[in-house]
């Protein structure tokens, strides 16, 4: 980590004596470069964590966020503002911080050099970039990529490693703004480690995202769309898993039939096959975990197992394969409901008016996403405004894009990634006053 942080400063001092235009063009070659291999870097997010290729498309969302913050190389602007008293001229600019530390989970190391590492480069940083040990394989891809598309050496430094390689980076004193996306409890680690000196942090954490589904929402595809954004969607095993579905009480019923008939037409199997769309956890503790977890809930009546809630046999049984699992007329104060589970888990939860729906919704520590299924515009207003999240998708799946803030309330984190704020992450503010008077 060392070596890293020293190589990335001395780049970083190269990057930043470049005119705008060259890192602008730079940065579109390595969009460029990433574009055409695609298809390869699909096939390593499958050898890294077993989503099916059919969902691997985290290659394709990097490079738009290449594309979309290389435009923003030659357009960050300060400002020139007034004082009172006098006729000084007042500067205020924002500058880069240096060298970033960037720390990646293991189920989407691309999305996160997408979404951190291309501002961090558009606006004059350098990084160093830490995929987890669980999952290397497609950020040192793009490190070979940083150097293939013509970025100075050093630029970017991926340094796969666990927490002993992730305390070193966040308490490098070279290092002067780190960007940590995980779990809560490591994002304590990361804070605790940070404050050795006084290292400001962004941090994108977990969620326990309500999903609501309205009487008057189109049924069929609501039923589509949350068993995707639920359990089937890299097998539950992400921050944007709704996984505590509330419906309606008057179309509970109808809803969770539908609902458990796409789960049980989705295709499991080998992640590689094209027609695929569900495939194993990460590893083998943490299927124990989601299947205690499960356990736990069904035994204590907090809900009543629906389907799943045990490890797939058969030819897949050497395998970390769950079944997709649904607990009905779940208890939202039971740990099912109210603990990140990160499996392929959903809790359904009754609702019987607007204000229960959103009450229910925010009572929990995480604030990352929301979803609502409705026909009423006016309904779809009102209630995206009263739930406290991040982001909320109406009618819709999470689909993160380049152009929005993305970020979570409460324990869910703070600071953002995309949009002009997901720039900004990565700049620092400057006030130079030229005195005339």
Known sequence: MDRAVLAAGDAQREWASLTVDVRRDLLIDLADVVHQRLDELAVLNVQDYAVPLS????????????????????????????????????????EPYGVVGIIAPWNGSLVVAGSCVAPALAAGNAVVFKPSELAPLAALRFGELCVEAGLPAGLVNIVPAGAEGGDALVRHPAVRKVHFTGGGETARAVLRAAATNLTPVVAELGGKSANIVFADADLDRAAVLSAHQGPLMQSGQSCACASRLLVHESVYDVFVEKFLAVIDSAVVGDPMHPSTRFGPVISEASLQRILDAVDTAAGSGAGTLLTGGRRIGGPLAQGYYLEPTVLGDVDNTSPIAQ?????????????????????????????????LHTRDLRRAHRVARALESGSVWINSISRISPQGPYGGYKQSGFGRTGGVEGLYEFLQVKNIRLGLD
């Open 55 to 94: 969902l691997a498309g985290t290659a394709t969302l990097l490079e738009s966020f290449l594309r979309h913050f290389a435009g923003y190389a030659d357009k960050v602007c300060g400002a020139s503002t007034p004082v009172s008293g006098c006729f000084d001229v007042n500067l205020v600019e924002r």
């Open 339 to 371: 603990h990140e589970t990160f499996g392929p888990v959903v809790s359904l939860i009754r609702f019987g008016d607007d204000g229960e729906a959103v009450r229910i919704a925010n009572d929990t520590a995480y604030g990352l996403n929301a979803f």
